[in-house]
Every structure is written in structure tokens, then in C-alpha cells.
């Protein structure tokens, strides 16, 4: 079992950066690959990034590429999004979640209770 707590939201901005956090509990933390999503209002779950167990691979949607860096400690058990130069349009719920590469594709078993971030024009 992993718990995960975000941390770090806010309102900001356009734009201005944000850090968000995400503390995981447990001794196994390193063996997840880690993801951030976010939720508009009426709009669909949509991913943002990932990075690998390791932390060497990460992967980015299109519309954060250049402005959002995606990071984790192990030590620390913790994984971070970096958020820069923020548009309007990046005001959701964020949500950071720890999962597996499997057969199927990603899957992710665990979610943290989200954090808002609000972008203002």
C-alpha cells in the first residue's frame, strides 16, 4: 500500500512558476514510476507527466513540454512537478500517482487527494 500527499498548489499568476510535492509513505518507493494528471472543471482526468523508478526516464504531454520538469528523490520519497510559465489554461486539480509499466501499458494503483492550482490572467 502507498499513500501519496501533494503538496504545493496555489494561486499564481500567468506566467509565474509553482512546485508541487508528493510525499509517498512506504519502503518501496523507488519501484514505482511516478505520474502527475490534472482535472479541469468539466473536463476529463488528463496526464501531464511521468518519470521512471530510477528517475533517469521522463516523459512529458505536448502541451507542458519546455514549461513543466518532472523529478524525484528516492531519499526523500518524494516526487516533484516544476511548473513554469503558466497559462490560464493550467488551472486544474493536480494529482500525482504511483503506478507500473505492465502488459496492458501504465497502470496506476495509487492517487494522492489533489491539489489546486489556480492560474490567473
Known amino acids: 500500500q502507498v499513500q501519496l500527499v501533494e503538496s504545493g498548489g496555489g494561486l499564481v499568476q500567468a506566467g509565474g512558476s509553482l512546485r508541487l510535492s508528493c510525499a509517498a509513505s512506504?519502503?518501496?518507493?523507488?519501484?514505482?514510476?511516478m505520474g502527475w494528471f490534472r482535472q479541469a472543471p468539466g473536463k476529463e482526468r488528463e496526464f501531464v507527466a511521468r518519470?521512471?523508478?530510477?528517475?533517469?526516464?521522463?516523459f512529458y504531454a505536448d502541451f507542458v513540454k519546455g514549461r513543466f520538469i518532472i523529478s524525484r528523490d528516492n531519499a526523500k520519497n518524494t516526487v516533484y512537478l516544476q511548473m513554469n510559465i503558466l497559462k490560464p489554461e493550467d488551472t486544474a486539480v493536480y494529482y500525482c500517482?504511483?503506478?507500473?509499466?505492465?502488459?496492458?501499458?501504465?497502470?496506476?494503483?495509487?492517487w494522492g487527494q489533489g491539489t489546486q492550482v489556480t492560474v490567473s490572467s
Open positions: 500517482a504511483a503506478g507500473q509499466l505492465r502488459i496492458s501499458g501504465y497502470e496506476y494503483e495509487y
Open positions: 512506504g519502503r518501496t518507493f523507488s519501484s514505482y514510476l
Open positions: 518519470i521512471s523508478g530510477s528517475g533517469v526516464s521522463t
